[in-house]
């Protein structure tokens, strides 16, 4: 059962969530457990489809209504050759929000708010935020250097301010936030919400293996390492022997090794051989990403699923933000999101004190 609402934003008001915070789409993290129980606690959470085959993302979609009655999300790949097919999806289920971790064509932006859906891509520049706030983008989330996963090198404290005075949709701000301080430094930076993942993986509804969950609480503010060698594009990942390992491995040791998991991805993801050769061709053009790129790219999924699902930190990898070293317990959402909002609020109120009237 969430608290009462303490803090109204233009988030809230736009989605319908009682706090701003968000629970951003992680994949094989952010199921229909996790996001239920954000749902619950009155945040806004998001499914993260990357990693799902559109039955499972239906499944996972039809789980989330029967655990809660609240406005959730579902993160989306623009990039993806099934794009417009899930967004019928969520179309069909009523499904309130729409994330993207790529900025999605104008004609998808229009086709999920023709249908009341809120879009909210997820972006790293400023060029990226006024281009998807002129396609119609209701919101946008940034994520700064600090956050987990692909990320830029602009720290989030920079990255505020310079898309708030961008564009005149409503920010979200992530990339280095688990507390009550962070989303009060959020707010008076002109952001209406933060979002968090490794707080959201570190929390007792996150379906993470519990020996997992234990080796980031192990982490220190050094703990995390951003490398190309995983799939092409900076990643920000929790430095384990395995990525050690990766950031030496020669060139025709790695070929092999991406070529592998490359037939791994193809046949979790259930494509057939056309399906997987178009689904790269549409991430490519996207992306802009080399062919060598993109054949690392199908590493991802599964180097993630041994990490984060099957618990193998010798063949997986651990996304991470660098707050995981600032991190050392495991709430229940509801317990995170009602201590973060009341820290803030405090915080808010100690500041609008020191005002001379």
């Not at 945040?43 to 559109?54: E, K, Q, V, Y």
């Amino acid at each position: 059962m969430s608290i009462p609402q303490v803090i109204r934003t233009r988030l809230t008001e736009l989605t319908g969530v009682d706090h701003p915070i968000v629970q951003t789409g992680m994949g094989w993290v952010s199921g229909a457990r996790l996001v239920s129980a954000t749902a619950n606690a009155g945040g806004l959470g998001f499914l993260a489809s990357a990693t799902m085959t559109i039955e499972e993302l239906e499944r996972s979609i039809e789980e989330v209504l029967e655990r809660t009655d609240r406005p959730f999300g579902v993160n989306l790949r623009a990039d993806a050759g099934d794009a417009s097919a899930r967004a019928e999806l969520l179309i069909r289920k009523g499904v309130k929000v729409a994330s993207f971790a790529l900025a999605p064509k104008r004609e998808l932006i229009e086709k999920l708010k023709e249908h009341g859906i809120v879009v909210i891509p997820s972006i790293g520049a400023v060029r990226h935020a006024e281009k998807v706030a002129a396609w119609g983008a209701d919101a946008v989330m940034i994520q700064g250097g600090e956050g987990g996963g692909h990320t830029g090198a602009i720290p989030t404290s920079i990255l505020i301010p310079s898309v708030v005075s961008a564009v005149d949709i409503p920010v979200i701000a992530a990339g280095g936030f688990y507390d009550g301080r962070g989303l009060a430094s959020a707010l008076a930076s002109g952001a209406v919400g933060i979002g968090m993942g490794t707080r959201f993986l570190l929390t007792s509804d996150s379906a993470v293996p519990d020996e997992i969950k234990r080796r980031y609480l192990e982490a220190d503010l050094a703990g995390t390492v951003v490398t190309t060698k995983a799939d092409g594009m900076p990643h920000r990942l929790l430095r384990t022997e395995f990525i050690t390992e990766l950031e030496q491995q020669s060139g025709v040791k790695h070929l092999l090794s991406t070529a592998r998991r490359s037939l791994e991805f193809k046949k979790l993801s259930g494509l057939s051989w056309p399906e997987f050769v178009r689904d790269g061709a549409a991430m490519k053009q996207a992306s802009g990403r080399s062919l060598a790129q993109m054949a690392l790219a199908a590493n991802t999924p599964m180097l993630l699923k041994a990490g984060l699902v099957d618990g193998d930190t010798q063949a997986g990898m651990l996304a991470a933000g660098q707050v995981v070293g600032l991190i050392d317990d495991l709430p229940s959402c509801d317990e995170l999101i009602t201590r973060t909002v009341r820290e803030a609020a405090g915080y808010l109120t100690a500041a609008a004190a020191l005002l001379v009237h």
